[in-house]
């Protein structure tokens, strides 16, 4: 099991940036992908961004260009940096931690708030 809690969510003006930072309970040095969902209000919850044990990424393509995903596994820990954000990125963005292991078992933090508006 592992719990994960994401930071850095806030009120930014289109433009701007932030940074999201998702602190894991264990190591996530073995965990098979690391990733960023969002979800606003009235749609589905979508991939954002995503980071493999390998260190591959991928991205949407909403966001391919102006958000960056890293891991710090010493820190245990997942950053999103985001750029230029924009109004239709205003979302709750959830940590999501895949686990394969006999099987594929999703852990989700309980989301921080991002709101881009003038």
């Known amino acids: 099991h592992v719990q994960l809690v994401e930071s850095g969510g806030g009120l930014v003006q289109p433009g701007g940036s932030l940074r999201l930072s998702c602190a894991a309970s264990r190591s996530i040095f073995s965990i098979y992908a690391m990733g960023w969902y969002r979800q606003a209000p009235g749609k589905q919850r979508e991939l954002v961004a995503r980071?493999?044990?390998?260190?591959?990424?991928n991205y949407a393509d909403s966001v391919k260009g102006r958000f960056t995903i890293s891991r710090d596994n010493a820190q245990n820990t997942v950053y999103l940096q985001m750029s230029n954000l924009q109004p239709e990125d205003t979302a709750v963005y959830y940590c999501n931690a895949r686990e394969i292991v006999l099987s594929t078992t999703d852990y989700w933090g309980q989301g921080t708030q991002v709101t881009v508006s003038s």
């Open positions: 980071i493999f044990s390998g260190g591959n990424t």
